[in-house]
Nanobody, 121 residues
Framework: QVQLVESGGGLVQAGGSLRLSCAAS????????MGWFRQAPGKEREVVAA????????YYGDSVKGRFTISRDNAKNTVYLQMNSLKSEDTAVYYC??????????????WGKGTLVTVSS
């Protein structure tokens, strides 16, 4: 079955950086659009970034533009989220998602269990 496993979360000080990884299995990774989403306590889930299956197009949420970068390595079945200049408001559980057709939709087909990012001010 399809599995998406996030890693790389943790505690970081404001202004610092983290790189999240999402390893995919059980699907033809190179044929899937991938997205990163996050949900902070008491808030709705929001899209952070997304990348198309060839990597030719990317999308970023307004709150992370210029600070976060999404990338993928189809040979490793992995999508990454490089997060720089982290702010306390970036604290959330970050989820990886996959879909053959949707791009940065909250209703993508497959979801990981999430990794917690905590930014201390």
């Amino acid at each position: 079955q399809v599995q998406l496993v996030e890693s790389g979360g943790g505690l970081v000080q404001a202004g610092g950086s983290l790189r999240l990884s999402c390893a995919a299995s059980g699907l033809t990774f190179s044929r899937y659009n991938m997205g990163w989403f996050r949900q902070a306590p008491g808030k709705e889930r929001e899209v952070v970034a997304a990348i198309t299956w060839r990597g030719g197009n990317t999308y970023y949420g307004d709150s992370v533009k210029g600070r976060f970068t999404i990338s993928r390595d189809n040979a490793k079945n992995t999508v990454y989220l490089q997060m720089n200049s982290l702010k306390s408001e970036d604290t959330a559980v970050y989820y990886c998602a996959a879909d053959q057709f949707k791009y940065y939709s909250g209703s993508m087909d497959y979801w990981g269990k999430g990794t917690l990012v905590t930014v201390s001010s």
